[in-house]
């Protein structure tokens, strides 16, 4: 049972149920929460409600370096294993741009007439047609760095996720960025097809003066996902035997990059048994030259039969977020490792200008990007450990482990080892710093 919404979930079912025992079991161990609630904590809570209402500060306060300070930022209650959703969600809370335009558009009244104002009790017997995840998503954002609540629950948004992906059901740890690409995926899709009855070309209109003239399509028209995360790969195979090249355009929302087995090794930035794992090592290794193997021959149109050949990779657009996907997970025979390595990355001035198709058409900054957020695995495997993410947010890094946030810095923040990274790209008016 959830002690926030009271909702009973069967695991047989894989479901929240709705049904109650002959006896009315469920009910009364509702009611008995309830009384938990209202009396056993009571006391505490006004002590903590006095104590706040007579400080001075009217934010929360965090401890740093033995004194306090205040803070508006705001942590997510885990909800049972959603810690990989906190992190992607506290990421993306961070990226200015992006949260800004869910947080300004219209509210949506989803429960109206005899459920309003009612606790509700999830089951997917209510159905798919009742659910917004672009409206769960922009509550959520909302109640982030609003400075009212130290913790914010977002129940409502995981249900959603429930009803619409079915990967994520259940509360068993998940992948991070698994899940922030089902939950990009599935936003472009929703504000595709028009929200709160704001029209579908209206929608297209505004996201079309995101994404100017440079539009990154993926599955349709151009969303605020794809004008922000969009980019386009040039994807080259030339075939060895004839030499027949073969060029496709692929768009993205991120990129995913391996290791280096090099450097596999190594687990942390101070270990002396070789060089350090550089984030440009991992993005070389993307985009050099590779001969694909036996297991991945080529058809080739000139040859009419497989052949073996090279592959290379050139960035044709770059995104104005570049989210950067560290492969630290891989299958051997029967067991799902994760590679532990250190790897070195720049908090600004990440230079992604010799990885372009064609930079000399780039202005100067364009390839420019500096580091809006970082989410961290902590742990051995995918389906164990636990997922924080540190972010920037007006010049301050904080750390975000749900619930708790903590002001953090930036020797802090470099030290991590990095699943997913958030480039944001640089404005023209700030400085020259490379990687």
Partial sequence: MDCSSYSTYCYRCDDFVVNDTKLGLVQKVREHLQNLENSTFTADRHRKRKLLENSSLNTKLLKVNGSTTGICATGLRNLGNTCFMNAILQSLSNIEQFCCYFKELPAVELRNGKTAGRRTYHTRSQGDNNVSLVEEFRKTLCALWQGSQTAFSPESLFYVVWKIMPNFRGYQQQDAHEFMR???????????????????????????????????????????VTAIFGGILQNEVNCLICG??????????????????????????????????SLRDCLRSFTDLEELDETELYMCHKCKKKQKSTKKFWIQKLPKVLCLHLKRFHWTAYLRNKVDTYVEFPLRGLDMKCYLLEPENSGPESCLYDLAAVVVHHGSGVGSGHYTAYATHEGRWFHFNDSTVTLTDEDTVVKAKAYILFYVERQAKAGSDKL
Wanted: hydrophobic share 30%.
């Fill in 182 to 224: 089902y939950l990009l995926d599935h936003l472009h899709l929703e504000l595709q097809g028009g929200f709160n009855g704001v029209s579908r070309s209206a929608i297209l209109q505004e996201n079309s003066a995101l994404s100017g003239s440079n539009k990154c399509c993926i599955n349709g028209a151009s969303t605020v």
């Fill in 244 to 277: 027949t090249e073969s060029r496709k355009f692929d768009p993205f929302l991120d990129l995913s990059l391996d290791i280096p087995s090099q450097f596999r090794n190594k687990r942390s930035k101070n270990q002396e048994n070789g060089p350090v794992c």
